[in-house]
């Protein structure tokens, strides 16, 4: 089964009550909204996968995505849904390469996303409406700045996109911006 957005935030808040990773969860979901429509995907199932790329995180960080198998099993979730989002641990918690563009979105978005946050939220507005580009590369160059946010993954994604960064970073931050107010990154503008 292909979850609709309904189902799938049924089970994403089964597995997640945390503030930030629901926001993150709503985050990726409207970024892989947005890259849908570049890429003449189907803006609900990429952003059902968006949704769900980290269900299992907030109780079993350790085992991430590998509980994610076992849990959208269980939920009668289609094998090609339960592929799409384990393929954005590629690398750091398992061998699942992404092949499809959904996948290769969802694995450079991800990180790609909490950096932007980090970015809006240190800016006097605290929103992702009048950040730039400009002000997200800065960001990016600084490795003390979000030093969580795993570059290598993000410059990888874009290599597997066959994108650049910049234009990944802009079209990340326009999929926020769609977004903002439900993400709280709307601020004072």
């Known amino acids: 089964m292909y979850p609709t957005r309904e189902k799938a935030w049924e089970i994403f808040t089964e597995y997640n009550k945390d503030e930030h990773l629901i926001k993150h969860g ?4 409207g970024v892989m909204r947005h890259f849908a429509k570049l890429y003449n995907g189907n803006p609900d199932e990429w952003g059902v996968v968006g ?5 299992d995180y907030e109780l079993y960080p350790e085992e991430h995505c ?3 198998i076992e ?15 384990i393929s954005h641990g590629y690398g750091l918690v ?12 969802l694995y450079t978005i991800d990180e790609l996303t909490g950096l932007i946050t980090a970015a809006a939220i240190m800016r006097p507005s605290k929103s992702v409406l009048d950040i ?4 997200v590369k800065k960001k990016y160059k600084s490795k003390g700045f979000a030093a969580g946010v795993n570059r290598e993954v993000i410059e990888n994604g874009c290599q597997m996109l066959g994108k650049e960064l910049n234009e990944v970073i802009e079209e990340t931050i326009l999929g926020m911006r769609e977004v903002a107010e439900e993400i709280g990154l709307k601020g004072d503008i």
């Open 26 to 29: 709503l985050t990726v979901e």
């Open 94 to 105: 398992n061998d699942v390469k992404p092949e499809t563009d959904m996948e290769k979105v």
């Open 66 to 68: 590998k509980k994610t």
């Open 51 to 55: 949704l769900l790329h980290d269900v």
């Open 71 to 85: 849990i959208l099993n269980e939920k009668g979730i289609d094998e090609e849904v339960i592929h799409a989002i």
């Open 132 to 135: 730039t580009v400009k002000s």
